[in-house]
């Protein structure tokens, strides 16, 4: 009968689950700002600089338990954003483990521009026209066609400097912008380098 009740305080020792923490590191390697969402809370990281986030995890002592959990995490960047097989994502599935750490490396593979509206009337149209090696290849739709951006306000759009050929070639972007009014300003050809962001002040 002793041995029987040794072996039910062993057992449930071993089924007890004990509260740990999976540590998740975000590390921006970019000249730019990255954001993410990790717990329902949201944070802005500087350029250059990382953050810990903790989610805690019930660690069981039965050797045979999944100790790991696993979490979505939205995670982008003026001059980053996670790509796979050439589809971008925001949304990041990541597993911690308790007593572990989590390392994710934000390196700039995108450029950016950031409009911003100095003006006292909306922005409609917000478009670019793109060269490579200075011969003209697209023209964007408007980026405001279903919305405006509104005095004092800015927005960043992160522009691809790549057209999958793997040949080093030079990007260059027009920008154009016009308000309710039909005023209309527009950029001098500016290239964009990897992690370079240009501001687009329309006043």
């Known amino acids: 009968m002793r ?66 959990k696993t979490s979505i995490l939205t995670l982008f960047g003026e001059t980053f954003i996670y790509e796979k097989e050439g589809i971008e994502y925001e949304d990041i599935e990541v597993t911690l483990k308790p007593d572990k750490t989590l390392n994710l490396y934000c390196t700039a593979n995108r450029a950016c521009v950031e409009i911003q509206n100095l003006t006292d009337s909306p922005i409609t149209d917000f478009h670019y026209q793109r060269f490579i090696d200075d011969e003209f290849d697209e023209e964007s739709e408007n980026f405001f066609a279903d919305t405006a951006l509104e005095p004092n306000e800015y927005m960043f759009y992160r522009l691809k400097l790549s057209d999958d050929t793997g040949d080093t070639r030079k990007f260059s972007y027009v920008f154009s912008a016009a308000d309710s009014l039909g005023n209309t300003t527009i950029s001098s050809r500016i290239l964009m380098d990897e992690d370079k962001k240009f501001y687009f002040i329309v006043e």
Not at 29 to 53: M, Q
């Open 3 to 68: 041995n029987i009740l040794i072996l039910l305080v062993l057992s449930t020792i071993l089924l007890t689950a004990c509260e740990s923490e999976g540590r998740l590191r975000i590390n921006n390697f970019t000249d730019n700002k990255v954001y993410f969402t990790f717990n329902n809370k949201s944070y802005i990281l500087a350029d250059s600089t990382y953050r810990i986030v903790t989610k805690k995890i019930n660690k069981s002592w039965n050797p045979f338990a999944n100790n790991e």
